[in-house]
């Protein structure tokens, strides 16, 4: 523990600093919550949903040919055009749209016509507009699927709260918004989550990868689950295919109070400035969107009693989300006793002059959150391979998170290796453009499928 860091700044962190035994706990915890979610009996009640994904063909690596894809995953969204030339080869041109922040909180409609529009732009701009290609639209929200082509939206997150999307089939939408537009032909024959595409993604390369993670802006995690437990298919007991990609949907482990045990007073302040208090309770501990805010608030707490800073507080500290959680990852890049990310950050808060004991006490702050999110990640995917009960596996995982902070993927690795099993083995990668090759892979499968009918 730095010695430069102030008691009262060890104490107010003290909560996120959880230690084995409550991660031992968390996974005993998660696991009876993923159970209750496949089970048809419990499904209605339990907080972890374990969502169908109708996804039961991994790549063999033998998918061919040319597909478009959306992603809308949140801070961003982009449309993409994927040619799977050869199981080495493929070719991705991609164009990401500024997406008006009206349009999170508006209406419906004017979203999708949005997303259709840019898709025709990239269409006509690449010379697509008379090809009928197959799309894939990989929409990171909580999806019911009822299909590979029909999934109704479960509940908005990450800031959104668009009317009249919810309950509805989130594929007919946007098949609407092109049919109004009537400039291109496109035919959505699968929607999928961000891990599926991340998993798929990965497996394409990777034949043992069987667990898809995001760590950005939200979190979640899907897995390959045997067809037989997945009670909520239709088909679990007939079906003649051995696999089943499950959507955890895992954001909301903790919304019934589960995981009060690894909370503090701040989460429960980002909570309450949320659109969705009360919801998605395990991502607010670990995700991109709310890490920086919870750092944030501690330091002007611990401004406003007079342990920081000299107590001097700036006005662009004081803005909701004003700490981005980019800053958590430049404050950790610096090499113990050097502080030029630090430095930088501070100035871009407005915050100058300060002496050493507060960058240190800063980076203290950073780590405590970060840690948390790590661990507690790392108690999920332990949970999932306990789950599926095997002994060597490759997880591919995405996200800003996980791509720019630069121990997170130390720390996964560090904090599963002691909660796993001794002798199992697995291997963490990144997986290159899930929500893009991913969604060309799944509307192949989709393809695939249609015509062996």
């Given amino acids: 523990m730095p010695s430069l860091v102030h008691t009262e700044i060890e104490t107010a962190v003290k909560g996120f600093l959880i230690d084995q035994e409550k991660m031992t706990e968390v996974v005993e915890r998660m696991t009876k919550e993923i159970k209750m979610g496949l089970a048809k009996d419990t499904h209605a009640r339990a907080v972890i949903k374990c969502f169908v994904s109708h996804v039961q063909d991994l790549p063999t690596g033998k998918e061919r040919g040319k597909y478009l894809a959306l992603d809308l995953g949140g801070s961003n969204f982009r449309v993409l055009l994927v040619n799977l030339i050869s199981n080495s080869d493929v070719e991705i041109m991609s164009k990401g749209y500024n997406f008006p922040l009206t349009l999170m909180s508006g209406s419906g409609k004017a979203l999708f016509d949005f997303l259709a529009e840019s898709l025709s732009e990239f269409c006509h701009t690449h010379g697509l507009e008379n090809e009928s290609l197959p799309l894939g639209f990989t929409f990171s929200f909580p999806l019911q699927q009822q299909g590979l082509s029909k999934g109704i939206l479960v509940a908005w997150t990450k800031g959104f709260s668009c009317e009249g999307v919810v309950g509805k089939n989130v594929v007919s939408l946007l098949q609407e918004a092109i049919d109004r537009r009537g400039d291109i032909k496109i035919n959505t024959v699968a929607i999928l989550n961000d891990t599926v595409g991340t998993l798929m993604s990965c497996a394409f390369y990777h034949p043992n990868c069987r667990i898809g993670l995001i760590v950005g802006t939200g979190s979640n995690a899907c897995y390959v689950e045997k067809t037989v437990n997945a009670e909520c298919f239709e ?16 954001g909301a482990f903790g919304d019934n109070g589960v995981l009060e045990f690894v909370r503090t007073s701040y989460d429960k302040i980002v909570d309450k400035v949320t659109p969705n208090p009360g919801k998605q309770t395990f991502e607010k501990c670990i995700s991109g969107m709310y890490m920086g805010e919870l750092v944030r608030l501690v330091v002007i707490d611990m401004i406003a009693k007079g342990f920081m800073f000299h107590g001097i507080i700036s006005e662009k500290i004081q803005e909701r989300w004003s700490f981005k959680t980019a800053y958590i990852s430049d404050v950790e890049s610096d090499a113990p006793g050097e502080y030029r990310n630090c430095n930088k950050v501070l100035s871009e808060l407005g915050i100058l002059g300060c002496q050493e004991p507060d960058k240190e006490a800063l980076r203290y702050i950073c780590e405590a959150v970060s840690s948390r999110s790590a661990k507690l990640c790392a108690c999920g995917l332990v ?14 995982i995405d ?14 690795q560090y904090h599963m290796k002691k909660l796993l099993k001794p002798g199992v083995k ?7 453009d899930g929500s893009g090759r991913g969604a060309a892979l799944v509307a192949a499968t989709a393809v695939q499928a249609k015509s062996k009918l």
């Fill in 383 to 396: 949970t999932i391979i306990n789950k599926m009960n095997i002994n060597e596996v490759v997880i591919g």
């Fill in 235 to 250: 088909g679990y007991q007939t079906s003649p295919k051995p696999s089943m990609i499950i959507n955890c949907e895992w």
């Fill in 399 to 412: 996200g800003s998170v996980y791509r720019f902070h630069p121990k997170y993927h130390d720390m996964l």
């Fill in 426 to 432: 697995f291997e963490l990668i990144v997986s290159e």
